[in-house]
């Protein structure tokens, strides 16, 4: 499996300031010293080209040109630099990149991603461009050029369980059915303005294992009645996590590892591709955050290896043994 990472790519910060950045250089190490049979790749920058499937271009012009307000600017809680458009463009990058890995292999992850607080036209909650849907719409794209899809768009579906709502992302795809929201998030935090997804579950603060992992189990069941994607985006936020100084939820580490194979079992029974993103975490342990987001990239390694094992069993028994 490829996993993608844009942590070279450093967005300078003030003094003090709450995002972890580090916390991008210290997954990648872990990948690297632990998860042998995991590739690790830099991504191409997002095009102009590509922001526009999910953007106003005059919008991707200001931020590359730096003529974002003062008040944008504190929207998104960076402020400008030429190294922060480089780095929002591989993060997108890294997420396209990922899908089309995923298509070949089955699986891939980028390191970083899940900015789904970006709407058509602004950004908001350190995200500054929305990596989902322009991969989602990338792959669609990919998807008619090869005659994939026979002309009509494949449906990719999002299933972003970070603990913030994926407000930007149901925004942009709002009325387009070919790519199908759900967000299950805490109630009482960040965006407090929710928009409205294909399916969302509000959570009430410090929600559990037990009652969290009730309501995917029926979101999921849910999902499987309304929809049959080619692909799934997997926001795998670790902020749901009780160690999470922002989150207001209460998973444990035991709870974080079922809610994914929740979602890859799910995906497995449909022999679907998977991209996961890593999303929030924002823990004062960032080795404890790290070695939980490790635990992702290992779970998505191992359903990588297995579903392309199971389609080349099937393709080897369709041709009657023969590669």
């Not at 795809?173 to 997804?197: C, Y």
């Not at 779970?299 to 199971?310: N, P, Q």
């Given at each position: 499996m490829q996993a993608f990472y844009t942590d070279e790519f450093v967005l300078p910060l003030p003094q003090g300031h709450r995002f972890p950045m580090q916390k991008y250089r210290m997954l990648r190490d872990k990948v690297a010293q632990r998860l042998p049979e995991v590739d690790l790749a830099v991504p191409p920058p997002a095009t102009d080209g590509q922001l526009a499937l999910a953007h106003c271009p005059k919008y991707v012009a200001r931020v590359v040109d730096g003529l974002l307000s003062a008040d944008e600017q504190k929207a998104i809680g960076f402020p400008w630099s030429v190294a922060m458009v480089e780095r929002s463009r591989r993060s997108v990058g890294a997420t396209i990149a990922a899908v089309r890995s995923a298509m070949q292999h089955g699986a891939s992850v980028n390191l970083a991603g899940g900015t789904h607080h970006a709407m058509h036209n602004s950004g908001a909650g350190f995200c500054v461009f929305n990596d989902l849907v322009v991969a989602a719409r990338v792959f669609q794209t990919d998807s008619l050029a090869?005659?994939?899809?026979?002309?009509?768009?494949?449906?990719?579906?999002?299933?972003?369980?970070?603990?913030?709502?994926?407000?930007?992302?149901?925004?942009?795809?709002?009325?387009?059915?070919?790519?199908?929201?759900?967000?299950?998030?805490?109630?009482?935090?960040?965006?407090?303005?929710?928009?409205?997804?294909?399916?969302?579950?509000?959570?009430?603060?410090?929600?559990?294992?037990?009652?969290?992992?009730?309501?995917?189990?029926?979101?999921?069941?849910?999902?499987?009645?309304?929809?049959?994607?080619?692909?799934?985006?997997?926001?795998?936020?670790?902020?749901?996590?009780?160690?999470?100084?922002?989150?207001?939820?209460?998973?444990?580490?035991?709870?974080?590892?079922?809610?994914?194979?929740?979602?890859?079992?799910?995906?497995?029974?449909?022999?679907?591709?998977?991209?996961?993103?890593?999303?929030?975490?924002?823990?004062?342990?960032?080795?404890?955050?790290?070695?939980?987001?490790?635990?992702?990239?290992?779970?998505?390694?191992?359903?990588?290896?297995?579903?392309?094992?199971?389609?080349?069993?099937?393709?080897?028994?369709?041709?009657?043994?023969?590669?």
């Open positions: 090869a005659g994939r899809g026979r002309q009509r768009l494949p449906q990719v579906l999002v299933i972003d369980l970070d603990v913030h709502q994926g407000d930007g992302t149901a925004a942009i795809a709002s009325g387009d059915p070919s790519i199908f929201t759900f967000s299950m998030h805490g109630e009482q935090n960040f965006p407090f303005t929710k928009m409205t997804s294909d399916l969302d579950i509000a959570l009430p603060s410090q929600t559990g294992d037990e009652d969290y992992l009730k309501a995917l189990e029926k979101a999921l069941a849910s999902i499987a009645q309304q929809v049959q994607p080619q692909l799934v985006l997997y926001v795998a936020g670790l902020d749901v996590h009780q160690g999470d100084r922002l989150g207001r939820l209460n998973l444990s580490d035991e709870g974080i590892q079922v809610r994914d194979n929740m979602v890859l079992s799910w995906s497995a029974k449909r022999s679907l591709p998977v991209v996961a993103v890593m999303a929030g975490g924002y823990f004062q342990d960032l080795e404890h955050l790290t070695d939980l987001q490790l635990g992702v990239v290992a779970r998505m390694a191992e359903y990588g290896a297995g579903l392309h094992a199971s389609i080349i069993h099937q393709n080897s028994q369709l041709t009657g043994g023969n590669p």
